[in-house]
Nanobody, 115 residues
Framework: QVQLVESGGGLVQPGGSLRLSCAAS????????MGWYRQAPGKQRELVAS???????NYADSVKGRFTVSGDNAKKTVSLEMNSLKVEDTAVYYC?????????WGQGTRVTVSS
């Protein structure tokens, strides 16, 4: 059974920083990519950032220049460094991995940006 466990969410003031981490456990034959999605109240889940097994990254326009995704395919981990956080970044952030067996999701970690 594949499990993704996130950590690092919390409350931060606007302009602050947070780092999210995610570790996958279980037998995964082939990881295509790992990344982060988020869902704010009343909104659809959206891609924040992802990194492929080859190291290619993809970011939502709203976070470019502020967030950095990094990953270790061998260790099955992915992190998201979030800087210059804005109120509109408030959401539940979900770790995701795309594999040869399909997608897997973490349980989510809440990020609240508020003064």
């Amino acid at each position: 059974q594949v499990q993704l466990v996130e950590s690092g969410g919390g409350l931060v003031q606007p302009g602050g920083s947070l780092r999210l981490s995610c570790a996958a456990s279980g037998s995964i034959f082939s990881i295509y990519s790992m990344g982060w999605y988020r869902q704010a109240p009343g909104k659809q889940r959206e891609l924040v950032a992802s990194i492929t097994s080859g190291g290619n990254t993809n970011y939502a326009d709203s976070v470019k220049g502020r967030f950095t995704v990094s990953g270790d395919n061998a260790k099955k981990t992915v992190s998201l460094e979030m800087n210059s956080l804005k109120v509109e970044d408030t959401a539940v952030y979900y770790c995701n991995t795309q594999t040869s067996w399909g997608p897997y999701w973490g349980q989510g970690t809440r990020v609240t940006v508020s003064s």
